[in-house]
Each structure stands twice: as structure tokens, then as C-alpha cells.
């Protein structure tokens, strides 16, 4: 069912489940040719722009593109832009190969591990951008805001569930006071 819940969650969180992730290519048949990180450390799309801006077919595979070529994929007309950028690619196409074996997901991590939902929830967690928050002290703001800043970024404000875990209160009293239990 092409509307379903499902298959919109899926849809809308396929973007970010490739930005975590590269493809070791085996046989290409579940690796996306454009929107798939599997040849280079970008998509083919965000490399090659003003080709995918021609291009007729989005949701090829790289096994059907290696086997039928890029051709029948784009307008008939191309662009000098598209036209250097076909060139391009076909260059970088000529040295790949279609294994007999799956392709394999890997993390886009430094490790380079196989793909996880742990893994893959923090490299979403740590994705976040780093705060200097050094910087907070060079803010002119008054100082008790600074130093509130201060232990809210360092996990150290006296929330109840913050005392519950240094056993300071009860479980009973460590909710929200908006919360009910």
C-alpha cells in the first residue's frame, strides 16, 4: 500500500537513515544510484548536481545503471555543465565491479562498523554540533544565568529526577510536578 502509515514513515525517514550509513557495494541491487553513499564520500547526486538536475529516473539501482548505462536515465538533451559531469562519472563508473554478494551497510563512522540501531542511535545522538561553552563566561549576560547555563550543559541542576539518581529523594517524589506518575 503506497499510502499507508508505513511506507510514509519509511519514506520520510530514508533520508536519514543514508546519512548515517555507506554501502559497501556488492551486487548493487539494494544500493540507490544517486541518493546512496556507495561511491564516493558524498551521494552521486550532491556531487554530480547539474547531471542528476537531468535526470528522468531517481530510483535506479547501481546494478540496473551498470548493466543498462547512465544514457536512458537522462533527458536527451544535456547541458555543457551535465555533458562534463557525464564524463565525469562515467569515468568513475569504469572501475567498478558487480560482486556476487550483498551489499553491505556500514555505519559512517570512523570504525566503519556494520550497521546497527544502537550505532545508528548515537551517531544521531553525537551529531548534535559541539557547544564551546567556554564562551558562556564572554556573553554579556548577568552571572547567575551564566551559571545556570553552566550546570544545565554539565548535567548537574538539581531537577528531581537528578536527585532521585543521587537517592536524595524518593521515586515517589522524583516526577514532574506537571507529571502524574
Same mark, same amino acid.
Given at each position: 500500500?503506497p499510502?499507508?502509515y /508505513?511506507? =510514509?514513515?519509511?519514506q #520520510? *525517514? &530514508?533520508?536519514?537513515?543514508?546519512?548515517?550509513?555507506?554501502?559497501?557495494?556488492?551486487d548493487?541491487?539494494?544500493?540507490?544510484?544517486?541518493?546512496?553513499?556507495?561511491?564516493?564520500?558524498?551521494?552521486?547526486?550532491?556531487?554530480?548536481?547539474?547531471l542528476?538536475?537531468?535526470?528522468?529516473?531517481?530510483?535506479?539501482?547501481?546494478?540496473?545503471?551498470?548493466?543498462?548505462?547512465?544514457?536512458?536515465?537522462?533527458?536527451?538533451? /544535456?547541458? =555543457?555543465?551535465?555533458r #562534463? *559531469? &557525464?564524463?565525469?562519472?562515467t569515468?568513475?563508473?569504469?572501475s567498478?565491479?558487480?560482486?556476487?554478494?550483498?551489499?553491505?551497510?556500514l555505519?559512517?563512522?570512523?570504525?566503519?562498523?556494520?550497521?546497527t540501531?544502537?550505532?545508528?542511535?548515537?551517531?544521531?545522538?553525537?551529531?548534535?554540533?559541539?557547544?564551546?561553552?567556554?564562551?558562556?563566561?564572554t556573553?554579556k549576560?548577568p552571572?547567575?544565568?551564566?551559571?545556570?547555563?553552566?550546570?544545565?550543559?554539565?548535567?548537574?541542576?538539581?531537577?528531581?529526577?537528578h536527585?532521585?539518581?543521587?537517592?536524595?529523594?524518593?521515586?515517589?517524589?522524583?516526577?514532574c510536578?506537571?507529571?502524574?506518575?
Open positions: 500500500m499510502d499507508s /508505513l511506507s =510514509r514513515l519509511v #520520510e *525517514e &530514508l533520508p536519514r537513515y543514508r546519512s548515517l550509513t555507506t554501502v559497501l557495494l556488492g548493487g541491487a539494494s544500493t540507490s544510484f544517486w541518493h546512496d553513499r556507495w561511491l564516493l564520500n558524498t551521494t552521486v547526486a550532491e556531487t554530480f548536481p547539474a542528476f538536475s537531468h535526470c528522468i529516473h531517481h530510483e535506479n539501482n547501481v546494478r540496473s545503471v551498470l548493466q543498462s548505462g547512465l544514457r536512458p536515465l537522462l533527458q536527451p538533451r /544535456l547541458t =555543457r555543465a551535465a #562534463e *559531469e &557525464l564524463l565525469m562519472l569515468d568513475c563508473l569504469a567498478v565491479a558487480i560482486l556476487d554478494r550483498p551489499d553491505v551497510r555505519l559512517d563512522t570512523g570504525k566503519r562498523e556494520p550497521f540501531s544502537s550505532g545508528a542511535y548515537f551517531g544521531l545522538c553525537n551529531s548534535t554540533p559541539a557547544i564551546d561553552m567556554a564562551q558562556i563566561w556573553i549576560l552571572t547567575k544565568i551564566k551559571f545556570f547555563a553552566w550546570l544545565l550543559f554539565h548535567d548537574r541542576l538539581s531537577t528531581r529526577a536527585l532521585f539518581h543521587r537517592n536524595i529523594k524518593p521515586l515517589e517524589e522524583s516526577w510536578a506537571r507529571c502524574t506518575p
